[in-house]
């Protein structure tokens, strides 16, 4: 059976932009309002889903060549470096810190060691979100 | 500085069990990693005991966030001992599965999981957060889950089924609870629970809750709720089996000490009776299914809930003897169990069968293997000078103290029938007619005894040095009895 999926291929194509767009805009919006290292995650995951259900799974495996099961686990590892690194400083376990940088063209910036925090929860969110969605529909 | 240690027993199997993510295929690599990583664990915990009894309960505030308000690891001489307990016998586990299992199994991350698992064992034996309680739980649970169903058998996944939609409801139990408890009161830091309960004293309202959480940790400990345990404890491989029974109960019912003892404590004529009434019931209905089972296995999950309700007699009495003798037995218990899983799955490979019938003789061609069961049976009977000795009698001393004589008489009762029911089993399939000749008997593999002779070894050794464990267990003992202890420690420096 080959059904006509012509209109869910090109609409995909613009839509997976907005999405990770919206997703990345979420994940840095989580520092003061709504949004965060998870919800991006879940957004971004959601946009690799939507490739591999439009498109077959090996040209997204081709263009995309992610394990994301590791992928699931380097988010882990990073998050937790962030809450290790304190540890060797002389702070307590997961003990963040922030401060203001003047960066050339974003101006005065606030950088916050939580977002290596929330960038590895995103990672691992994505790796297991787009993991089940994969393990499920390999079923035999 | 000092205090970042206590957060290692949880945080080291993680990034261990993530790293051996990237390490899939090769199994054995993985094992030993995995085991130098719980000796690590072990021996942090055995110095963070140390330190625990020189200058009393160590508190980790997470990201410096001051108690109530941040989470924070609490470490006091019951929590850490018991950490110290499951990382070792973890590790003893961990070698018996580089050991015997098989390779498919090595490779489907289970040393991975196995580590998550005692990340969430490690985890909520060390929360001094009700909430960070549930989260670790969920660890543990998530856990338990595929390593109940890695193996594959059809057997596994019908008893995985029931495991997973029970334990999903007793999460969402345990939800409701922590979401009325916090309506109740306004905190979920143990410590300041603790404290506010005191001070607007045990309503009826907040027993009510107190039940709710009783239900809840029944489950996961198995008392009186135990439905779904024999089953789901004896389906999955040897070394899983080893683990859970192990550890898994003792999570629950180390839960219900810390709460019953910490926070539900003013009402004990409606707490700690509803308690002793589920241990007797759960004495009873474990001691009758041990006897009544043929298959090996069957027969070690039901010595599981026996020891469910034995503990948990000590807390319904909750005199400081009684306590100290349920934390011996919680310690003994976890080395006795994980032995005795041991060494029925030893035998079930050998003979290529879990019942009975299918066993006899097996003593002629593997003494060895006899003489460990043997001692493993009188280390659970309570026969001095083995481990589980000195927690019994703590126990039924302070009963009769007490004046608890149907405690005291069905928990001695019980002991009888523990003994029974693996007398059984060391007279069948031990004694008897040799079924397969000298030049037939399957080879044990080389090594495969060494860490049930360890776990001997630990048992005799706990029995023998009661001794000297004992100022580390009454000091556990003395802090669950008095409450304040424990929340000066968390609270003392705000107030």
Not at chain 2, 112 to 138: K, Q, R, W, Y
Not at chain 2, 236 to 265: D, E, Q
Request: glycine residues 8%; charged residues 10%.
């Amino acid at each position: 059976m080959n059904i006509n999926d012509v209109i869910l291929k090109t609409v995909s194509k613009a839509v997976v932009l907005i999405i990770l767009t919206f997703g990345i805009y979420l994940f840095f919006s989580g520092h003061n309002h709504p949004g965060g290292g998870f919800i991006g995650g879940l957004v971004i995951a959601s946009a690799f889903v939507l490739m591999f259900l439009s498109y077959d799974s090996e040209t997204v495996s081709e263009a995309l060549p992610i394990d994301f099961k590791k992928l699931s686990g380097l988010g882990v590892l990073l998050a937790m470096s962030s809450g290790i690194a304190p540890m060797f400083l002389g702070g307590a376990f997961l003990s963040q810190s922030f401060g203001y940088f003047d960066l050339p063209i974003f101006g005065k910036t606030e950088l916050a060691t939580v977002t290596i925090f929330e960038a590895g929860i995103a990672l691992t969110v994505i790796g297991v979100v787009v993991n089940i969605i994969l393990s499920i529909s390999e079923d035999e | 500085m000092m205090n970042n240690l206590l957060v290692l027993p949880m945080l080291l199997p993680i990034i261990v069990g993530v790293l051996l993510i990237f390490l899939r295929t090769y199994g054995r690599i993985q094992a030993w990693i995995s085991l130098i990583a719980m000796a690590l664990t072990a021996s942090i915990s055995g110095f963070l005991l140390q330190q625990v009894q020189m200058d009393g309960i160590i508190r980790l505030d997470f990201g410096g966030w001051e108690p109530p308000f941040g989470i924070l690891f609490v470490a006091d001489s019951f929590a850490v001992l018991l950490v110290l307990t499951s990382s070792i016998v973890t590790a003893i586990c961990l070698s018996y599965a580089l050991i015997s299992t098989s390779k498919e199994l090595q490779t489907m991350y289970f040393y991975p999981t196995v580590l998550f698992l005692i990340a969430g064992v490690n985890g909520s034996f060390l929360t001094g957060d009700l909430f960070n309680l549930f989260v670790c739980f969920e660890v543990m649970l998530l856990s338990s889950y595929v390593l109940l169903t890695l193996g594959n058998s059809k057997r596994q996944l019908r008893e995985a089924i029931k495991y997973v939609s029970i334990n999903i409801v007793s999460s969402w139990f345990f939800l409701v609870a922590l979401a009325f408890l916090y309506g109740a009161v306004g905190t979920l830091n143990m410590a300041h629970l603790a404290d506010r309960v005191a001070e607007v004293g045990q309503t009826p309202l907040l027993t009510t809750i107190s039940i709710v959480f009783l239900v809840v940790f029944s489950l996961k400990a198995g008392l009186l709720l135990y439905f779904w345990l024999p089953g789901s404890y004896s389906s999955p491989p040897i070394v899983t089996s080893a683990l859970f029974g192990a550890l898994l109960t003792k999570v629950g019912i180390y839960a219900l000490f810390r709460v019953f003892s910490l926070i539900f404590h003013h009402q004990p004529e409606i707490t700690h009776t509803i308690i002793g009434i589920m241990a007797a019931l759960t004495l009873i209905g474990g001691s009758l299914g041990a006897i009544s089972f043929n298959d090996l296995r069957s027969i070690a999950a039901y010595n599981v809930v026996v020891a469910v309700g034995f503990i948990l007699v000590g807390l319904a009495i909750a005199t400081p003897a009684a306590i100290e003798g349920s934390i011996y037995y919680i310690i003994h218990d976890m080395v006795a169990k994980a032995l005795l899983f041991l060494l029925i799955g030893t035998m079930i490979t050998l003979s290529g069968t879990s019942k009975m019938a299918g066993m006899s003789g097996l003593m002629k061609n593997y003494p060895l293997l006899g003489w460990s069961f043997f001692i493993a049976m009188l280390s659970l009977a309570g026969i001095p000078p083995l481990s589980g000795f000195i927690g019994k009698v703590l126990i039924s001393s302070a009963a009769i103290d007490n004046g608890s004589y149907v405690l005291l008489a069905l928990s001695l009762l019980s002991s009888i029938f523990v003994l029974y029911s693996l007398l059984r089993v060391f007279k069948n399939c031990f004694w008897g007619e040799t079924i397969v000749s000298k030049e037939e008997q399957l080879p044990l593999r080389r090594g495969v005894l060494i860490p049930c002779l360890v776990l001997v070894g630990l048992t005799i050794l706990i029995g023998l040095g009661t001794e000297s464990m004992s100022p580390y267990v009454s000091g556990a003992a003395e802090t669950l009895v008095n409450p304040s202890i424990y929340i000066d420690a968390i609270l003392g420096k705000i107030q």
